[in-house]
């Protein structure tokens, strides 16, 4: 059952066993460490008398062999299944679409070939047919055109319940809560970050959104690239957040100098064909994981600011010495 030293358990069986820190895997570990679900636990027992590390793969035919199998469905299967039948209904708009306008252009052409040798009052008769006609199916397209919007919206709804961020692909804040509060549960030691675009209004003003939208992803690659297998998460906007529990400040801060060097040397050639002439930079602040994530973020995002403050394109950790690119 659980005790103060459950989460601990939980975050050593993630490392002992190489499992990356997903709201997933750590649900797994902690049904194991407080040994609230016997069958899995007795089942865990077994493949780690063999000598056999747990794989992520193995973790749902686990949950299923003890019986956890819907109940770990029942998270994920509703967002899913929402986008399904949102996508499914957006097809079946435009394809009602895609037929309102072949029905319109073979109603005309039956009209003009019937129509012989017209008269006035043929030509008015055709007119007036063809003006009620495409009125109707003006409203049609119309109707669907709004139909097909509000549907895209609900995708991005369904897409933000299920806890990851589209144009990054890396957890948003809804997906990073559950690590969140087994750090906290945990009382975990280690280091956290905050990260954030330089100037990234002006690149999206000057070369438009969708360079803007390029440089998220390229911002999340280099940070998921070097932070692996530590969570990075995408906070908001041009924000992101690192949580590495297990390594110290100074591990954090030479990562995140890595992943500069990295953005500055690939930015250029990723954004080549944008005709960007300034490759992007970012500030970073690092604080101390003692025990509470949230006075860590807090700490790590005074130290950003000071970053911002000090001249951007730099890192900050509270009471240490700043690292300027060069």
Not at 235 to 248: K, N, Q, R, S, T
């Amino acid at each position: 059952m659980w005790n103060k030293d459950s989460g601990k358990r939980a975050l050593a069986f993630l490392k002992a066993n190489k499992l990356p820190a997903d709201p997933v895997c750590y649900r797994f570990a902690w049904l194991y460490a407080t040994g609230t679900e016997p069958v899995l636990s007795s089942l865990v027992r077994d493949i780690q008398a063999s000598g056999m590390r747990i794989g992520t793969d193995d973790i749902a035919a686990l949950m299923r062999m003890a019986g956890l199998e819907e109940q770990t469905a029942s998270r994920s299967a509703s967002p899913v299944a929402a986008m399904d039948r949102i996508l499914d209904e957006t097809l079946e708009q435009t394809r009602r679409t895609t037929r309102t306008t072949g029905e319109f252009r073979d109603y005309l052409a039956g009209e003009m070939k019937d129509i012989g040798d017209p008269t006035s009052a043929d030509i008015i008769g055709l007119v007036g047919r063809l003006t009620l006609r495409a009125e109707r199916a003006e409203a049609e397209l119309s109707a669907a055109t709004s139909r097909i919007e509000e549907l895209s919206k609900q995708v991005e709804e369904a897409k933000s319940e299920a806890g990851t961020d589209e144009l990054s692909n890396l957890p948003n804040r809804r997906g990073i809560d559950a690590v969140l509060g087994a750090l906290d549960d945990a009382r975990a030691n280690g280091s956290v970050a905050m990260v954030d675009i330089d100037h990234f209004k002006a690149f999206n003003d000057r070369y438009g959104h969708d360079t803007g939208d390029q440089i998220i992803r390229l911002v999340a690659d280099v940070l998921r690239t070097h932070l692996a297998p530590h969570t990075v998460a995408r906070w908001g906007g041009e924000e992101f957040l690192i949580v590495a529990p297990e390594i110290d400040s100074g591990a954090m801060h030479r990562a995140l100098e890595l992943a500069r060097d990295e953005l500055r040397e690939t930015a250029p050639n990723v954004l080549r064909g944008d005709r960007v002439a300034e490759a992007p930079t970012f500030s970073a602040g690092i604080a101390r994981l003692n025990g509470s994530t949230s006075s860590a973020i807090r700490r790590a995002d005074e130290a950003l600011y000071k970053a911002k403050r000090n001249g951007r394109d730099r890192i900050e950790m509270l009471g240490d010495t700043a690292t300027r690119a060069a």
